[in-house]
């Protein structure tokens, strides 16, 4: 069977070390021999493993990012609650995979305060999606979908919060589960938000 190309197997290796031993303890050394190739020909790739991380992020987690530009781009396309629903779905998606690879950066703070540094330095970071997503409702409210008096920023903050804690309050659980499947959570999460930004709604 044909090897995959270098920088292929470069971010599959990251995605799976970033997962299982989390991002604080992933370096580029064993991505580099988890890949087989050198650490060299890693950096001939990626300037560094934040570069890497967010590669991970872009190219092989569930692509909120480009659900929300698309969105906020052409607004009007299917209902509010639709559109809504399929980005909590995305986005409980994303939370739940990026979670256990952020989780370890927590134990060490020298390490999460240069991450953050160098994701910020790429124009990246946890507080985009939110931004994605009020910039959307705020076209929404231009096209008289969503209220005047709504405010986008809060709201979008209440929907991905949502999914965000969604991906952290189950795994103390017994069973590790939300109580309700994923396409059932998107659209009550949706279906709740829509209650109370509509332009209806008082």
């Known amino acids: ?42 950096y001939k790739y990626f300037t560094s493993k934040e570069e890497l991380f ?18 906020a781009a052409d607004p009007g396309r299917r209902s509010v609650e639709e559109n809504l629903t399929e980005i909590a779905r995305q986005a409980a998606l994303f939370y739940a995979q990026t979670f256990p690879v952020v989780a370890s950066l927590y134990a060490e703070p020298r390490l999460k305060r240069r991450h953050e540094e160098a994701v910020r330095a790429y124009g990246s970071g946890p507080h985009k999606p939110i931004e994605g997503l009020a910039a959307y409702l705020r076209a929404e409210q231009r096209h008289g979908r969503v209220g005047p008096d709504a ?52």
């Open 54 to 71: 967010l590669t991970v992020l872009d190219e092989r987690l569930p692509q909120l990012g480009g659900l929300l530009d698309t969105l």
């Open 151 to 202: 405010d986008p920023v809060a709201a979008a903050s209440l929907l991905l919060g949502a999914c965000a804690q969604r991906a952290f309050a189950w795994e103390m659980t017994p069973d590790g589960r939300p109580p309700d499947s994923l396409d059932d959570f998107a659209r009550s999460i949706a279906r709740t938000l829509v209650g109370g930004i509509s332009r209806f709604s008082r």
């Open 1 to 42: 069977m044909e090897q995959k190309p270098t920088r292929v197997r470069i971010v599959d290796a990251a995605r799976d070390l970033m997962r299982t031993v989390g991002l604080a303890r992933t370096t580029t050394k064993e991505i580099a021999k988890a890949a087989g190739c050198s650490e060299a020909a890693l």
